[in-house]
């Protein structure tokens, strides 16, 4: 394999970057020409490619977002539209593709290793919902951000007898917030997985009031059964909870940032690996961390399994938040 493209695809995620810069740098180890697509399946469509030297990719090891841009593409989720993409990259001559990015990013990249291009999945995404990957790139500084507003947000909850909640990011996965309220030391979390009702966030407030908690953080995942603003709405109404009722939706400052020690270095590990696998005759895989290993899994398995969320860190939010 002589040539390949890198693409980073869907939400940008801290780490992106190092993935791109350890992908091409693998590349160049190995004799290959390493093009960057910008904009993900878009660039893919309009034939935006970029020869990446090693130059190129100096200097954004540390920095957030990704310099290939992303992109979210409908055209692409179409026959057609991935036929046009297949005819731009051979025209290129392009022989195998790296795409860093989130379920929906690999979903795009099993159907271009379906229709014969040689295809390696890398997953990059804060919401940590990507099957056979214990982590994807961003989720270790999305977290770091989260923790920190958490933190800075308790200190005025302390001061005021209040109580905040807090909404993360996540899409349809509570993983994000479920963490964030074990590491941020919340004392409720509601998440799609395991939303509790209304009244039951009511009662959780009253009863850490009742045990002198000087105020109360509750963590709600963006995709819970119902929105941050409407239980606001809601607890407001009811005069006994004991305290003043705040809300703050993080919002989009969790996706950007300089990526976390342990992102540059998953993110490291996982592109050069994805290279390796091309080079090795690998496709329709994607590179994920099983425990202390970086091993490949198929795209098939990543884009029907679901991931599971463990009950044990439930049991462990329960316990700590008392
Ligand atoms: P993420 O990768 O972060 O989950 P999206 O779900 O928005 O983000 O997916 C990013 C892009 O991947 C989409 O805009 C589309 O171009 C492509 N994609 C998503 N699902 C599919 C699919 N089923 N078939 C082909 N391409 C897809
Ligand atoms: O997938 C990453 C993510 O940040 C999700 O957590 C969130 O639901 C979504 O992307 C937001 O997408 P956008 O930036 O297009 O509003």
Partial sequence: MKRIAVMTSGGDAPGMNAAIRAVVRTGLEYGMEVYGIRQAYSGCLNGDFELLTSREVSGILQRGGTILQTARNEEFKTLQGQRRALRRLNEQG???????????????????????????????????????????????????????????????????????????????????????????????????????????????????????????????????????????????????????????????????????????RLASMLGMRAVEALRDGKSGVMVGMNGRKIETVSLEDVTTKAREMSEYYYELARILSR
């Fill in 94 to 264: 392009i022989e195998g593709l790296v795409v860093i990015g989130g379920d929906g990013s690999l979903r795009g990249a099993l159907t271009l290793h379906q229709h014969g291009l040689p295809v390696v999945g890398v997953p990059g995404s804060i919401d940590n919902d990507i099957w056979g990957t214990d982590m994807s790139i961003g989720v270790d500084t999305a977290l770091n951000t989260i923790i920190e507003a958490l933190d800075r947000i308790r200190d005025t909850a302390t001061s005021h007898q209040r109580a905040f909640l807090i909404e993360v990011m996540g899409r349809n996965c509570g993983y994000l917030a479920l963490m964030a309220s074990i590491l941020g030391g919340a004392e409720i979390v509601i998440t799609p997985e395991q939303t509790i009702s209304m009244d039951e966030v009511a009662e959780a407030l009253i009863d850490a009031y009742v045990r002198g908690k000087t105020h109360a953080v509750a963590v709600i995942a963006e995709g819970a059964a119902y929105s941050t603003t409407d239980l606001a709405t809601f607890l407001a109404k009811r005069k006994d909870v004991g305290f003043e009722i705040r809300l703050s939706i993080l919002g989009h400052m969790q996706r950007g940032g300089s990526p976390s020690a342990f992102d540059r």
